[in-house]
């Protein structure tokens, strides 16, 4: 059975199933939800606790082999079952589905497995997690929704603030749930209960962001040109090599100059994405992009973008921060100046 994160407490209130499992890409939700499921087991009588971390040396037979380990006292025991990478194998996979054909008495089981993408969660085993017991999907915060989870989070300690200082929170903590996590629980110990002021949550908390090149992608493609200027600053101020950068905003010019002249072609828009690999929430933000950026431009950008890399090489003279803003910004606010009708 597979419910949302949000569901969890209420389920677990409703019944304990024998088995528990968690995938996402966002850790320190996944971490809570884990918490959550160990809590509620100790409160019953769980007691007894084995970890199993699986990585490419683990010997699978030792979880096969658990269930016979049972304690002197016939305490309750927790199986915390760990599978970082998400792909256990053949064997692995034909493990999992032995173990859950069979669940040892007494036992709760938790896998906490990291993001599976669709292929992944069409194999035997995860369908079987699935089917044998509770599965709990994980969803990442997007940027958009940051703002009104740091508001929840604010009301759980009794404290809330005005909106755009939830903005300015969440600016500030960009790309890391976890260091939100933690300037939240600063507030409380800061400050009592109540309405804060920005001038109190502007004085507590340091710029914890931690900006990645995929994210400078997503805020050009998606049109957002003081978010564009915010990331580079941050990039060149943590030290990113502007190489990095460069090929990164690169390979998705690329990207986007094939999926217009797959487009141009004849090939419907949404075909165009499916054939680019291009799925889920991100088809919005690149389909609005090809719309917006003319295939003249992104020729244009890529022939920037090899005077950039000249200057990197140290071929060409010029400011290449200055450089890269500059290419960014360019695709950020260019509008198409030629009507194309996509709606083939």
């Known amino acids: 059975m597979r419910i949302k994160l949000e569901q969890l407490s209420q389920s677990l209130q409703?019944?304990?199933?024998?088995?528990?499992?968690?995938?996402?890409?966002?850790?320190?939700?996944?971490?809570?939800?884990?918490?959550?499921?160990?809590?509620?087991?100790?409160?019953?009588?769980?007691?007894?606790?084995?970890?199993?971390?699986?990585?490419?040396?683990?010997?699978w037979s030792d979880l096969l082999n658990a269930d016979n380990n049972l304690s002197l006292f016939g305490d309750r025991k927790i199986m915390d079952i760990r599978i970082p990478s998400g792909k256990p194998g053949k064997e692995g996979g034909k493990a999992i589905e032995n173990y859950c054909h069979a669940l040892p008495p007494d036992t709760l089981t938790l896998?906490?497995?990291?993001?599976?993408?669709?292929?992944?969660?069409?194999?035997?085993?995860?369908?079987?997690?699935e089917a044998t017991g509770v599965l709990v999907q994980i969803y990442t915060i997007e940027r958009s929704q940051l703002p009104g989870w740091i508001g929840q989070r604010l009301g759980r300690q009794q404290q809330k603030t005005d909106s755009a200082t939830l903005q300015f929170l969440a600016n500030q903590v960009e790309g890391n749930l976890l260091a939100a996590h933690q300037e939240i629980q600063k507030l409380a110990?800061?400050?009592?209960?109540?309405n804060l002021t920005?001038?109190?949550?502007?004085?507590?908390?340091?710029?914890?962001?931690?900006?990645?090149?995929?994210?400078?992608?997503d805020a050009m493609i998606n049109a957002d040109a003081a978010r564009f200027i915010r990331i580079l600053t941050g990039l060149q101020g943590e030290g990113i090599a502007p190489l990095l950068i460069l090929a990164t905003l690169t390979e998705q010019i690329r990207q986007l100059i094939t999926i217009r002249k797959s487009f141009d072609t004849g090939q419907?828009?949404?075909?165009?994405?499916?054939?680019?690999?291009?799925?889920?929430?991100r088809q919005k933000s690149v389909q609005a992009a090809v719309k917006r950026i003319s295939l003249q431009a992104l020729i244009q950008s890529l022939s920037d973008a090899a005077k950039i890399d000249r200057m990197i090489k140290g071929v060409t003279q010029g400011d290449i921060w200055d450089e890269l803003l500059q290419l960014g910004l360019r695709l950020t606010i260019h509008e198409n100046r030629y009507f194309v009708n996509f709606a083939k």
Do not use: C, M
Request: glycine share 4%.
């Open 268 to 281: 419907s828009l949404t075909q165009s994405l499916q054939t680019a690999r291009i799925w889920g929430d």
């Open 189 to 194: 110990l800061l400050y009592p209960s109540g």
């Open 198 to 217: 920005f001038e109190q949550v502007k004085d507590a908390v340091l710029n914890v962001a931690r900006y990645d090149a995929f994210q400078l992608s």
């Open 14 to 59: 409703k019944q304990t199933a024998p088995l528990y499992t968690l995938f996402g890409s966002e850790p320190l939700l996944i971490l809570e939800a884990a918490d959550l499921i160990r809590t509620h087991a100790q409160q019953r009588g769980y007691t007894e606790r084995e970890l199993f971390a699986v990585d490419q040396y683990f010997d």
């Open 111 to 129: 896998f906490t497995l990291p993001r599976i993408d669709k292929q992944g969660q069409a194999t035997r085993w995860f369908k079987t997690l």
